[in-house]
């Protein structure tokens, strides 16, 4: 089975705090995603990541940066934590040509006060 | 910009009904994945579809591709509460490894 795992799933930061969100597969997959999900908006994609060390902006990259140094390991940074990044952060794995097929990891809470 | 219609966004319905959700695009996709979220948990694999007019079945659940790989539904019979949780459709992109997500359908099942 495919395991997609995020460090932390509850984190409570305050404004302008730099934060790390760590996210690990197992599957040797080439491509990994940040997404996050708010009620009303659905999944949004902040950024993905095709090879290590390369990265694309998705749809709301503002306010993030992402790092991957490693095949199996792809980090989400908020620099500058504010209150309208509180939500579910979700990370994904794929492997390229699988029908685009993504796992998805179980998530992160991120509250911003 | 690609775009994944979900129908119908929320559902409640009593436990041994029928039940069919619908994904639609104007668009072609090279795949289609459906997904169920539980609350507060990440969203799990159910299904790809590759296949124009391709149809798979998970236990009680079914799925079809259309044949012009432009829309999806998915039909789960004699729902169960355990059935309950948020189902995502989401469409592969003919270049490229992204999806574009639909935006969900509520279930509900109530015994």
């Known amino acids: 089975d495919v395991k997609v795992t995020q460090s932390s799933r509850y984190l409570v930061k305050r404004t302008g705090e730099k934060v790390f969100l760590e996210c690990v597969q197992d599957m040797d997959h080439e491509n990994m995603f940040w997404y996050r999900q708010d009620p009303g908006l659905g999944l949004r994609l902040i950024y993905f990541?095709?090879?290590?060390?390369?990265?694309e902006k998705g749809d709301i990259p503002e306010g993030y940066s992402v790092s991957r140094e490693k095949k199996e390991r792809f980090s989400l940074i908020l620099e500058s934590a504010s209150t309208n990044q509180t939500s579910m952060y979700l990370c994904?794995?794929?492997?390229?040509?699988?029908?685009?097929?993504?796992?998805f990891g179980e998530g992160s809470w991120l509250t911003v006060v | 910009t690609q775009l994944l219609e979900q129908s119908p966004q929320f559902l409640s319905i009593q436990e041994g009904e029928n039940l069919t959700v619908y994904c639609n695009s104007s668009s072609v996709f090279s795949s289609l994945q459906w997904y169920r979220q539980e609350p507060g948990e990440g969203p799990v694999l159910l299904v790809t579809v590759v296949t124009g007019g391709e149809v798979k079945k998970l236990k009680r659940l079914t799925f079809q591709f259309g044949d012009a790989r432009k829309d999806s539904s998915l039909h789960i019979t004699a729902a169960q509460p355990g059935d309950t949780g948020l189902y995502l459709c989401?469409?592969?992109?003919?270049?490229?490894?992204?999806?574009?997500f639909g935006a969900g359908t509520i279930l509900r099942v109530k015994s």
């Open positions: 990541s095709y090879d290590v060390k390369m990265k």
């Open positions: 989401a469409g592969g992109m003919e270049y490229g490894n992204k999806l574009v």
């Open positions: 994904a794995s794929s492997a390229t040509g699988n029908g685009n097929t993504i796992y």
